[in-house]
């Protein structure tokens, strides 16, 4: 261990340990763990626990690394010097442009980090944004805004951004691999199934494309506050499309994109909405919220809470009218049964030796601040 043989790691505190953790270079690592775990204090333990898995995590990550590589060494092999991959964002959105990238990296390059950038928080793409384009040979987006999109539909404007990209870029790839997209270029090119998550230089291309077009619904968002772009960056987000009813379609929005089917708000959410407002009745009145959305024993229980003594299991009901019957007449015996069952599931689980109760919580909804409650308790 070239920078830590000669310390004494027993004669250190452990903050001086720390520092010197900080300090070894990673290919020390191994040695300095050995050294740790030699020392009997439990703090220095730790620490030795904690750079060992941090050493794992380095060694997995160069490992996909190199695996998201392969493909692209194979066609060096070949003789392409100059790869790019090509990636977009903002295909789905009912705003905004779309963005295209594509970048050219170092035959050497391995970024740690590099992956699908749906699979990265905004703060890691950032990062990693500032660490490709300053070691990338060459890079470039190209941006379409709403309007041509509209116009060419979106699966042509997607092109025209590549085009553009590759208009601006300063170098002339001898290849361009693309995310499942082949544009009418000289370039030769090739499409691959899920790109972005395989192979490297287009999972690079995927976070300069994301990053480009989020800063620019930052911009938007300044704008139109009212949308909360910033947030949904453009998406059709719950409070995206009750906005758009509220104050109208902006001049960003892709009217094609407005239709009927994507201006409806899921279920899905509309239940997500209604079981928080049902938790904010139970806390409230007192419960403890212990889950939510359980699910085992073949069933599922929106809210578990606990009630002085009781533990209760509500399930939250939402219609929008009573023509065929009320919120709480839909928990019919099977879901009864379900709902059983998994409280069961619940209760074995945990080891709890307490009395149950199953409570009901039916809105009669005619939109978010209109509409009337019933808390059932003992429903059944």
Same mark, same amino acid.
């Given at each position: 261990?070239?920078?830590?043989?000669? @310390?004494?790691?027993r004669q250190m505190t452990i903050?001086?340990?720390?520092? %010197?953790?900080?300090?070894?270079?990673?290919?020390?690592?191994?040695?300095?763990?050995?050294?740790?775990?030699?020392?009997?204090?439990?703090?220095?333990?730790?620490?030795?626990?904690?750079?060992?898995?941090?050493?794992?995590?380095?060694?997995?990550?160069?490992? *996909?690394?190199?695996?998201?590589?392969?493909?692209?060494?194979?066609?060096?092999?070949?003789?392409?010097?100059?790869?790019?991959?090509?990636?977009?964002?903002?295909?789905?959105?009912?705003?905004?442009?779309?963005?295209?990238?594509?970048?050219?990296?170092?035959?050497?390059?391995?970024?740690?980090?590099?992956?699908?950038?749906?699979?990265?928080?905004?703060?890691?793409?950032?990062? %990693? #944004?500032?660490?490709?384009?300053?070691?990338?040979?060459?890079?470039?987006?190209?941006? @379409?805004?709403?309007d041509t999109i509209d116009k060419?539909?979106?699966?042509?404007?997607?092109?025209?951004? @590549?085009?553009?990209?590759?208009?601006?870029?300063?170098?002339?790839?001898?290849?361009? %691999?693309?995310?499942?997209?082949?544009?009418?270029?000289?370039?030769?090119?090739?499409?691959?199934?899920?790109?972005?998550?395989?192979?490297?230089?287009?999972?690079?291309?995927?976070?300069?494309?994301?990053?480009?077009? &989020? *800063?620019?619904?930052?911009?938007?968002?300044?704008?139109?506050?009212?949308?909360?772009?910033?947030?949904?960056?453009?998406?059709?987000?719950?409070?995206?499309?009750?906005?758009?009813?509220? #104050?109208?379609?902006?001049?960003?929005?892709?009217?094609?994109?407005?239709?009927?089917?994507?201006?409806?708000?899921?279920?899905?959410?509309?239940?997500?909405?209604?079981? &928080?407002?049902?938790?904010?009745?139970?806390?409230?009145?007192?419960?403890?919220?212990?889950?939510?959305?359980?699910?085992?024993?073949?069933?599922?229980?929106?809210?578990?809470?606990? &009630?002085?003594?009781?533990?209760?299991?509500?399930?939250?009901?939402?219609?929008?009218?009573?023509?065929?019957?009320?919120?709480?007449? #839909?928990?019919?015996?099977?879901?009864?049964?379900?709902?059983?069952?998994?409280?069961?599931?619940?209760?074995?689980?945990?080891?709890?030796?307490?009395?149950?109760?199953?409570?009901?919580?039916?809105? &009669?909804?005619?939109?978010?601040?209109? #509409?009337?409650?019933?808390?059932?308790?003992?429903?059944?």
């Amino acid at each position: 261990m070239n920078g830590t043989e000669a @310390v004494n790691i027993r004669q250190m505190t452990i903050s001086e340990i720390k520092k %010197l953790i900080e300090q070894t270079p990673t290919e020390d690592y191994p040695a300095l763990v050995k050294t740790l775990y030699a020392d009997p204090r439990t703090g220095v333990q730790k620490a030795a626990l904690a750079l060992n898995k941090k050493y794992d995590a380095i060694i997995m990550e160069n490992r *996909r690394i190199e695996a998201i590589k392969n493909i692209e060494e194979g066609y060096r092999r070949k003789g392409y010097k100059l790869i790019a991959g090509c990636d977009e964002a903002g295909r789905g959105p009912l705003c905004g442009p779309v963005v295209a990238a594509v970048v050219i990296l170092p035959e050497d390059s391995a970024i740690m980090g590099v992956k699908d950038s749906k699979k990265l928080p905004e703060s890691k793409r950032e990062e %990693l #944004y500032k660490i490709i384009t300053s070691q990338a040979l060459g890079w470039a987006a190209g941006v @379409v805004g709403s309007d041509t999109i509209d116009k060419i539909n979106i699966l042509n404007a997607t092109k025209l951004a @590549v085009k553009r990209a590759l208009a601006k870029l300063p170098l002339t790839p001898d290849i361009i %691999l693309t995310d499942a997209l082949i544009i009418n270029h000289p370039i030769e090119q090739k499409a691959f199934i899920r790109g972005d998550m395989n192979l490297y230089s287009i999972a690079a291309a995927s976070i300069i494309a994301k990053v480009t077009r &989020d *800063r620019m619904m930052y911009e938007y968002d300044k704008i139109y506050p009212e949308y909360n772009f910033a947030s949904n960056k453009g998406y059709g987000t719950y409070e995206h499309i009750k906005a758009i009813s509220e #104050y109208g379609p902006t001049a960003i929005h892709r009217r094609t994109f407005l239709t009927p089917e994507n201006l409806r708000i899921p279920q899905r959410i509309i239940g997500n909405i209604y079981e &928080d407002k049902a938790c904010a009745m139970l806390v409230n009145a007192n419960h403890k919220i212990i889950m939510r959305n359980y699910r085992g024993g073949g069933g599922e229980i929106d809210i578990i809470s606990e &009630d002085e003594d009781q533990i209760v299991f509500t399930e939250v009901k939402q219609r929008a009218n009573d023509t065929f019957g009320t919120a709480e007449s #839909y928990v019919d015996e099977k879901k009864k049964n379900r709902i059983r069952s998994a409280a069961s599931a619940f209760i074995a689980q945990k080891g709890m030796i307490s009395q149950v109760r199953f409570d009901i919580i039916a809105f &009669d909804a005619k939109g978010d601040n209109n #509409y009337t409650v019933r808390h059932i308790k003992n429903a059944f």
